[in-house]
């Protein structure tokens, strides 16, 4: 979607080696949503940010949302194979019933041995 | 844990077939949706579904209609295949109509090839 951008488009990085992905949308978010998809399958839920300055951590992997609610980084420490996939940011843009996300073309993360 | 489950895999069916994609959700989610994903487009909302019997467009309905008969199961039709229509498609569902209040959860996809 052009409202919603992600880079880079696809990163390779070495395990250990830390590394982040952008997520930058064109208007104000109400909620920003990452996901992870493995080769070929469904995608599967990591975070949720909804406040501007918001920074949500789970494992390794570190969200956060700034303070205009235009643009979300995900930040990976110490990379691990297991963490190679697609991840996508959705993006919330409307308030109100039966809402519906906008997603990123999505940064395929390679790590290597 | 949410679990959303695709019927296929893998598909392959012919041009001008009717084909069905059916998805089901275990967690009494009022909200279902179906995507498509292809390369360097993303996903985009074909459908999507806020109660039994109800159903709204998304952005690219062209060609496929949905049914939502019972609360946990959401269905993706496509009256007559074409190969424009090969792709991978995406059944996800949430608790709340409010997003904010609850993600989606995603079913694994199904993988449609129309020969």
């Known amino acids: 979607s052009q409202e919603l951008e992600q880079s880079p488009q696809s990163l390779i990085v070495q395990e250990g080696k830390n590394l982040t992905i952008n997520c930058t949308s064109s208007?104000?978010?109400?909620?920003l949503y990452w996901y992870k998809q493995k080769y070929g399958e469904g995608l599967i839920f990591l975070m949720m940010?909804?406040?501007?300055?918001e920074e949500k951590s789970h494992e390794k992997i570190t969200a956060k949302l700034d303070e205009k609610k235009q643009q979300s980084s995900l930040h990976i420490t110490a990379s691990q194979p297991s963490h190679a996939g697609i991840y996508l940011c959705?993006?919330?843009?409307?308030?109100?019933?039966?809402?519906?996300?906008?997603f990123g073309t999505g940064t395929r993360l390679q790590v290597t041995l | 844990d949410v679990k959303v489950t695709q019927s296929s895999r893998y598909l392959v069916k012919r041009t001008g077939e009717k084909v069905f994609l059916e998805c089901v959700q275990d967690?009494?989610?009022?909200?279902m949706f179906w995507y498509r994903q292809d390369p360097g487009l993303g996903l985009r909302l074909i459908y999507f579904?806020?109660?039994?019997?109800?159903?709204e467009k998304g952005d690219i309905p062209e060609g496929y209609s949905v049914s939502r008969e019972k609360k946990e199961r959401f269905s993706l039709i496509l009256e007559s295949a074409s190969t424009n229509q090969t792709s991978m498609y995406l059944c996800?569902?949430?608790?709340?109509?409010?997003?904010?209040?609850?993600?989606?959860?995603f079913g694994n996809g199904t993988r449609l090839t129309v020969t």
């Open positions: 959705g993006a919330d843009f409307v308030t109100g019933t039966a809402s519906k996300l906008t």
């Open positions: 996800a569902s949430s608790l709340f109509a409010l997003l904010g209040n609850s993600p989606l959860h």
């Open positions: 208007k104000t978010l109400y909620g």
């Open positions: 940010l909804q406040k501007g300055g």
């Open positions: 967690m009494d989610h009022e909200n």
């Open positions: 579904s806020y109660d039994v019997k109800m159903k």
